[in-house]
């Protein structure tokens, strides 16, 4: 407790404070409790981690301020921009003192967040890239480090050889696009590596399941293949393992989800390049609450990646 308190007391202290805006008059009245929205790119597992850290965050900083902080977790049914603006915008509309979005396309949704600007209500994305000229705190692994992890390791596992596929996310989403460029430039290096095919799972797993088991069919020459999502290593590995090509065909997946562990325990995957979702909503809910509080907050926060394997598990 006496690091919490110790941390707060260091924040709050902090000589770079800012002015507090209009809109931030809310956030200044100790008295009243601080509500920060948090609005991921869909309903999944993943996003469960982020907001488990995010709600413990929110713990940390009540405990040690002696203010109450409460998360609202807003979360689209599916990865759709229109719904996901929907939600942005009726959030606006309560007022909250922050924002905490992982955006489904940066292009989409800048015309809510400048929304958003206009009503003077504080931004943190995570797990993603804010749109370009925002001063928005990003929180989140560096991407394109992870495509890169999870690319070379492949390409050491099929000798740097032979056909390999990569399974995207939402095309849209800068996290997703960025490690896919970077699992590209990886494989483009090997002039013995070609990725013959490059499937859209939308964040679903079992779109990814689908698709992963077509590509297979169509390729049956198919050596590997990589992700950039959390949806997409599970249904990948679920159509690896249903198609008895367990061994024949290599993984190496992304994120610590329950079905991802289990998937490399039974060695359908090798590995899994972990992008820590508990720590991302933590520290987006810390940012969030230092710029609610009227403090210059770092342009990015990286929270650093897990390579998981079954000798680590």
């Known amino acids: 407790m006496k690091t919490a308190f110790a941390f707060a007391a260091m924040l709050t202290a902090a000589p770079f404070l800012a002015p507090l805006a209009a809109g931030q008059a809310h956030a200044a009245d100790n008295s009243a409790p601080l509500r920060f929205v948090l609005i991921p790119k869909t309903v999944h597992p ?27 977790y807003r ?14 915008e009726r959030a ?5 003192d922050g924002l905490i979005l992982d955006l489904l396309d940066e292009k989409g949704n800048r015309a809510t967040m400048d929304e958003a600007v206009d009503e003077k209500i504080p931004m943190t994305v995570f797990d993603s890239l804010p749109p370009e000229g925002m001063d928005i705190t990003a929180v989140g692994a560096d991407f394109c480090e992870q495509g890169t992890m999870a690319a070379e390791r492949l390409a050491n596992l099929v000798g740097k050889k032979g056909e390999v596929a990569i ?33 859209v799972d939308n964040d679903s797993i079992e779109t990814a399941q689908k698709q992963a088991s077509a590509i297979m069919q169509a390729h049956p020459d198919l050596v590997g293949w990589v992700e950039c999502d959390a949806s997409g290593p599970v249904g ?19 994120d610590n989800l329950n079905d991802m562990i289990q998937l490399i325990k039974e060695g359908v995957a090798e590995s899994s390049a972990s992008s820590r979702p508990e720590m991302q ?33």
Not at 52 to 71: C, D, F, L, W, Y
Not at 75 to 88: H, K
Not at 92 to 96: K, M, Q, S
Not at 236 to 254: C, N
């Open 167 to 199: 399974m995207m996310g939402v095309p849209t989403a800068p996290n997703h696009t960025l490690r896919a460029e970077c699992e590209k430039k990886v494989f483009a290096k090997y002039p013995d590596m070609k990725v013959v095919a490059t499937g």
């Open 236 to 254: 990948v590995g679920q159509a690896i393992r249903e198609s008895g090509k367990t061994g024949k065909v290599k993984e190496v997946g992304l």
């Open 46 to 72: 993943w996003f469960d981690k982020a907001n488990n850290g995010a709600q413990a965050a929110a713990t940390m900083i009540s405990q040690a301020t002696g203010r109450k902080v409460e998360i609202e």
């Open 281 to 313: 909503g933590y520290w987006a809910v810390v940012s969030a609450w230092q710029r609610a509080m009227g403090q210059k907050t770092p342009k990015y926060i990286d929270t650093g990646i897990d390579l998981l394997t079954s000798k680590n598990l």
């Open 92 to 96: 606006i509309a309560t007022h909250p």
């Open 75 to 88: 979360a689209p049914q599916t990865a759709d921009v229109s719904s996901q603006n929907d939600i942005i």
